[in-house]
């Protein structure tokens, strides 16, 4: 009932200045036990086509811990309400706090920060130390003939022996175990599921979506590896607001705009671009990761390129 009161409020905030912005947060409750979920909801109602880039999950609750999230946006007459559902929780036996939350709204070329008030939450323990009070214990009683205290001592150290055998057998084994090699490196790794995409030969048989999809794939994978982003995860509306505000130049977000624009009717609604579209597709993401690999990478690039030139002479 509160929540619906909120976004009545909202909306006729909205109905009165359809440019502004306005944002509100609620939680299904206050009172947890360590490990409880909390459902917290973040709304914004924001000027139409405007979009909303939230704070990072991982590190802006504080000693909470963000189990899951999603995000949803919903189009109204005058501005579009753009929702974040997060599940929360604690493992500290001790009050905490949902703080207050920045997302970033852009609209054009316009940028605005809302804020969220901070939510105190109280931890309720599960069992108090009076809660339980034990009467009458007796000592245990002894019946029947006394252990040989010598078995046991004797089972004790058999145990023992074995328990040391066993923590050296797997101590060796530990140390003779190679060490995992390194992750490829970001660029390489792109560059080789394009060569494989590539091999696949999708657009000869036809198959626009598969490759519009595997190509998408790629290269949101190079981008949450190259700019530590969580771009895999983002829906095309998210990776859109990310470019706007990452420090790529005009030219580079004005061809990765094109492509995420360009394949979403591909993906979702099944439209079978032109011939040039397509070819399009594989120049720009390539382009996209070779203009902006690590410069270690170029100069390992060059280097070899050199030393092959030179027919390997030092």
């Known amino acids: 009932m509160r929540r619906f009161f909120y976004q009545l409020l909202i909306m006729l905030t909205l109905f009165q200045a359809a440019d502004s912005a306005v944002i509100y947060s609620t939680v299904n409750q206050r009172e947890l036990s360590v490990g409880d979920r909390v459902y917290f909801t973040v709304t914004a109602m924001v000027p139409k086509g405007a979009a909303v880039v939230p704070p990072d999950p991982a590190s802006s609750f504080g000693s909470l811990v963000v189990k899951e ?24 036996a001790e009050n905490c706090t949902i703080p ?120 949101k994978r190079y981008i949450e590896r190259r700019f ?25 977000k004005a061809s990765m705009e094109w492509f995420f624009r360009a394949a979403d009717p591909v993906k979702f609604a099944k439209f079978l671009p032109d011939r040039n579209i397509v070819g399009r597709f594989g120049v720009e993401v390539r382009g996209f ?8 990478e170029s100069e390992k690039k060059n280097s070899g390129e050199a030393s092959a030139a030179s027919g390997g002479a030092p």
């Open 289 to 296: 990761v070779e203009a902006t690999k690590p410069p270690a």
């Open 100 to 219: 207050s939350l920045s997302y970033m709204v852009e609209n054009g070329t316009d940028h605005d920060t809302l804020r969220t008030e901070s939510i105190p939450l109280v931890v309720v323990p599960l069992c108090r130390t009076d809660s339980a009070d034990i009467m009458d214990l007796k000592v245990q009683q002894v019946t029947g003939k006394q252990p040989l205290l010598w078995l046991w001592l004797l089972l004790a150290a058999v145990m023992l022996t074995v328990a040391v055998i066993a923590i050296r057998f797997f101590l060796r084994k530990l140390k003779k175990a190679p060490p995992p090699p390194p992750p490829i490196p970001p660029y390489e790794e792109a560059l080789r599921a394009l060569t494989a995409l590539d091999a696949k030969q999708y657009p000869l048989k036809g198959m626009i979506r598969e490759y519009a999809f595997e190509l998408s794939e790629i290269l």
């Open 228 to 252: 530590g982003t969580n771009a895999a995860e983002f829906t095309t509306e998210e990776m859109l607001a990310w470019l706007g505000i990452s420090p790529l130049d005009k030219e580079l």
């Open 69 to 92: 999230w999603n995000s949803k946006k919903s189009q109204l007459a005058r501005a579009d309400s753009i929702s974040f559902d997060y599940v929360v929780t604690t493992y500290k």
